[in-house]
């Protein structure tokens, strides 16, 4: 088992004092005229105990604590997501702080009582962030949400296709960045001079999104590829394919988004977007802690060309 924690009580015992006066020794209290000889006693005590402050007890003594609570909410876990929380705790580890990563939202009951006790230098909501369009002002066209989603669909365009159906999950809890994305995508149809972009839900059992895809072959022949809100989403679209007796590019291209490991790995293997999570998340810590940004290494999105396009 680990060795225990050494404590205050641990170090005014081995060096002959109170724990008040190994507190006010520790964190340097003004106004205490204690003895050198106490203070070096305490000190030499502490060290050779491998003592730490406790975190919410320094958080509390400096205003704030050296984490940064990322609250994801009910967000979709994907590769991106992973990659962000990555990057932003290395970066943020690189410069003495931790990432702390929440499940939950700042709306959500408990959250008040959390940041209020670990005193976070930042609180980042994704799933607020993306509650709501207005959100996002300039909609991320550089490099953003939108950059990539518009990436979606020109891959599709320059492959001659005109029509092109943006499928989206049908689970409560994404509606949010669902609105968003599926205005990207209409907004990137326009800009590519495509047909408007139709939405289609896709839900999550195999009778229901083999219905939706048979309805999508019926009522709108024209459209011969699909863009998808993720790559979930998109290997939903593929199985109702297969189910159906139709093949993917052949009867319907797919793209997904995310780059999913078990996107690469299906029969036929599943082209998608691929998001450069970490380098954002690197971006998000540095921009936190008033550190200059140091730029993209590379892309931030690259289209992965497999057998479904």
Partial sequence: MPERRATLKDVARASGVSTATVSFVLNETPGQTLPPATRERVRAAAAALGYQPHGVARALREGRSRLVLLAIGRMRGGRSLEGFIMGMGDELQTHGYGLLVYPGASNETGHDDIVRDLRPRAVIDLAKIYAAPSDVEDGGW???????????????????????????????????????????????????????????????????????????????????????????????????????????????????????????TWRPALSTVRIDGRMFGRREARALLSLADEGNAGPSATVIVRETT
């Fill in 142 to 264: 550089v490099d953003g949400l939108a950059a990539h989603t518009l990436a979606q669909l020109a891959h599709l365009a320059e492959r001659g296709h005109r029509s092109i159906a943006f499928a989206v999950p049908a689970e409560i809890g994404t509606d949010g960045l669902v609105s968003l994305r599926r205005r990207f995508a209409e907004e990137a149809g326009r800009r590519l001079g495509l047909d408007d972009v139709l939405t289609i839900v896709v839900p999550d059992t195999a009778e229901d999104a083999r219905a939706v895809v048979a309805a999508l072959r019926r009522e709108h022949p024209a459209t011969t590829a699909v863009a998808a809100f993720d790559d979930e989403v998109a290997l939903r679209v593929l199985a109702s394919l297969v189910d159906l007796g139709l093949t993917a590019p052949r009867d319907l291209a797919v793209i997904g988004f995310d780059d999913s490991r078990v996107g690469a």
